[in-house]
């Protein structure tokens, strides 16, 4: 029963990043935007979240909203690259990871930030409740992020099926073209999408060095990203089933430090690889479904100019 609970209440703080990202990628994905940037922009946010700590005090809400902010500019070039010039978003993305892990070991480097511990984000206290057996640990014993990202995903769910500009949005990923002929503007609004997608991943990113690591090394994100990519598709762009796939690997995650605790042993490659087989055994069952297809945006990775209306 005590691994149990240690187990069940760690899961929600290793889920929070691939929900927090996939939510993210769904938004973006849905204007029509293919973003294979994710792991590019959860390492910025990881490092701007570890940043502001390390240099300007014990902040951490403040850093991971930093962290988020700092995930968009790259966004913004990412928008630019993708909607205004209209080049390649596969490439671009691609490009995204690489100048992020770049651009993030110079930066940390030449800060001072790697491999240096910081306080970070502890858990609300709710007194008598967290001391509830088994429920009180796992409801009660969270930071305030997980909280925060189920409001996020509730107000996220109304937003996009319950308001004018959620239709707008998903109706730019299927028919831009509509959308213009309408009066909607597909540029502001994939650009909006882009924007709102990098913050969340931004915010993922910082979670995991202000929350789960408290400490900044190069490539701490360890390929996330591109989990949460995977995630993306085999929620198959709805907002409900990604919390189902964002808890599965939390669990996955946080299996493995437990297992260790209780002196499981376990080859060391085999445990580094656990969640890639997990991600690639996801992969073959969506597409084992075959209906990814119908559930895809119609214009997912189709740039879109004004005057090639048809």
Avoid at 129 to 135: K, M, S, V
Avoid at 263 to 292: A, C, D, R
Wanted: aromatic share 12%.
């Amino acid at each position: 029963m005590d691994f149990l609970v240690f187990w069940l209440s760690n899961v929600p703080s290793f889920a929070a990043p691939f929900a927090l990202g996939v939510l993210g990628m769904i938004i973006c994905e849905r204007s029509g935007v293919l973003n294979l940037g994710a792991e590019g922009f959860v390492l910025v946010g990881a490092m701007s979240g570890a940043g502001v700590l390390i240099s300007l005090g014990d902040y951490p809400l403040s850093a991971i909203i930093i962290a988020g902010a700092s995930a968009s500019v790259l966004g913004l070039l990412f928008g630019f690259l993708v909607v205004l010039l209209r080049v390649n978003q596969v490439i671009a993305g691609l490009i995204m990871v690489f100048l992020a892990q770049g651009l993030t070991s110079l930066i940390s480097r030449n800060m001072g930030w790697v491999n240096k511990p910081f306080s970070g984000l502890g858990r609300l206290d709710f007194g008598f409740l967290t001391d509830i057996p088994f429920l009180g640990p796992v409801i009660f014993g969270q930071d305030i992020i997980v909280y925060i990202t189920i409001l996020l995903y509730i107000f996220s769910f109304y937003f996009i099926y319950r308001t004018n500009i959620g239709l707008q949005l998903r109706a730019v990923g299927e028919n831009p073209d509509a959308v213009d002929a309408a009066g909607g503007n597909v540029i502001l609004l994939r650009f909006m999408a882009i924007l709102i997608g990098a913050f969340f991943l931004g915010v993922a990113g910082g979670y995991l060095t202000v929350v789960v690591a408290k400490i900044w090394v190069d490539g701490i994100s360890g390929g996330r990203g591109w989990i949460i990519i995977a995630l993306v598709i085999f929620a198959r762009w709805q907002l409900w089933r990604s919390i189902v796939g964002a808890v599965l690997f939390g669990c996955i995650e946080a299996l493995i430090p437990r297992l260790a605790a209780v002196g499981v042993q376990l080859p060391q490659y085999f445990i580094l690889m656990l969640p890639y087989l997990v991600t690639l055994f996801v992969m073959i069952w969506s597409n084992l479904k075959g209906n990814n297809k119908q559930d895809t945006p119609l214009a997912l990775g189709r740039p879109y100019l004004r005057e090639e209306r048809h």
